[in-house]
C-alpha cells in the first residue's frame, strides 16, 4: 500500500471531515488548522480570524484506491470555490477555500483542476480557492475529530453538516467506503 497525504480546507471541518471520512481509499482524516502565522492555534483563536489559519482537513489516503484528483473532484464539488473567505453562514479567513500542496505534483493537478474549472464555465462566478505550499498541520481539539458522528443530532450538525452529507452519499456513492 502506497500512501499520500492531502491538506485541504472547503469550509466548517465538522462537515467536510464527516464527507471525506466515508471515501473507498481514504485511510485517516484529521481536522485542524493550517496556513496560519501562530504557532500552536487552538479554536478559540482560530475563530477570530487573527491567526491567520484555514480550518482544514489532513488526509491520509491509499493512492491505489483513490487519487488526488479524485479527493480534488470531492473537494470542489462539496463547497462554493467562489466565495471569498465564506461557505454558507460560516465567515471569515479561517473558513477560506484552500489546497495546501505537498508537492509539485499536487500543485499542478490542483492548478490544472482549477484552470479547467474556471474555463469550463461550470460556476458562474471566478473560483477563489487559493492554492499554496503546505508547512505545517495543527491538529484540532480532540472533541473535533468525529464530531458530526458524536454529534449529529445537534443543531447544527443536524441543519448543516446532515445535509451536506446526504448530498454528497448521493453524488459520489460509487466511492463509498459501504
Not at 35 to 64: N, R
Not at 132 to 148: I, K, L
Request: negative net charge; aromatic residues 12%.
Amino acid at each position: 500500500m502506497q500512501t499520500a497525504t492531502a491538506t485541504l480546507g472547503n469550509g466548517c471541518f465538522w462537515c467536510t471531515e464527516a464527507v471525506f471520512g466515508q471515501l473507498k481509499g481514504v485511510l485517516k482524516v484529521t481536522s485542524g488548522y493550517s496556513g496560519g502565522h501562530m504557532e500552536q492555534p487552538d479554536y478559540k483563536t482560530v475563530c477570530t480570524g487573527s491567526t491567520g489559519h484555514a480550518e482544514c482537513l489532513q488526509i491520509i489516503f491509499d493512492t491505489s484506491l483513490i487519487s488526488f484528483e479524485e479527493l480534488l473532484e470531492v473537494f470542489w464539488k462539496t463547497h462554493d470555490p467562489t466565495s471569498l473567505n465564506r461557505q454558507g453562514n460560516d465567515i471569515g479567513t479561517q473558513y477560506r477555500s484552500v489546497i495546501f500542496y505537498h508537492d509539485a505534483a499536487q500543485k499542478d493537478i490542483a492548478t490544472a483542476y482549477k484552470n479547467q474549472l474556471d474555463t469550463s464555465g461550470v460556476y458562474h462566478l471566478p473560483i477563489v480557492t487559493e492554492i499554496t505550499a503546505f508547512s505545517v498541520f495543527y491538529p484540532a481539539e480532540n472533541y473535533h475529530q468525529d464530531y458530526f458522528a458524536g454529534h449529529g443530532e445537534e443543531p447544527y450538525c443536524h441543519l448543516v453538516v446532515r445535509p451536506k452529507v446526504e448530498k454528497f452519499k448521493k453524488e459520489f456513492a460509487e466511492k463509498l467506503k459501504h
